[in-house]
């Protein structure tokens, strides 16, 4: 297992920004398929952005034109950047890595691969 560490969490003020962070040390984060994932409190876990091992990216609904999913292969982080963030955004992020499979799309997914022991972002009104 890998071990993901997610940083940058906290209390904001609706509007504000934030950019969480996860590591994984001997692990070069570009080659997996990476994303980030929420459970916001009392509903389920939903995958927030996704980022391929070609870099293309996908996001939720909610986080479209809001969140930046990035992966800086000098530092091997993976970025979450947020911004214009809402109560909503409230939860506990968590870094998640999968593993590439040939046909199958790089999407991280519930239930598989690995997770971090994610880190809590509160927004407030």
């Known amino acids: 297992q890998v071990p993901l560490v997610e940083s940058g969490g906290g209390s904001v003020q609706a509007g504000d920004s934030m950019r969480l962070s996860c590591v994984a040390r001997?692990?070069?984060?570009?080659?997996?398929?990476m994303g980030w994932f929420r459970q916001a409190p009392g509903k389920e876990r939903e995958r927030v952005a996704n980022?391929?091992?070609?870099?293309?990216?996908i996001y939720a609904d909610s986080a479209k034109g809001r969140f930046t999913i990035s992966i800086d292969n000098a530092e091997n982080t993976l970025y979450l950047q947020m911004n214009s963030l809402k109560p909503e955004d409230t939860g506990l992020y968590y870094c998640?890595?999968?593993?590439?499979?040939?046909?199958?799309?790089?999407?991280?997914?519930?239930?598989?691969?690995?997770w971090g022991q994610g880190t809590r972002v509160t927004v407030s009104t």
């Open positions: 001997g692990f070069t984060l570009s080659r997996f398929c």
């Open positions: 998640v890595l999968d593993y590439p499979e040939d046909g199958h799309a790089c999407v991280v997914r519930l239930g598989f691969g690995d």
């Open positions: 980022i391929d091992i070609d870099g293309s990216t």
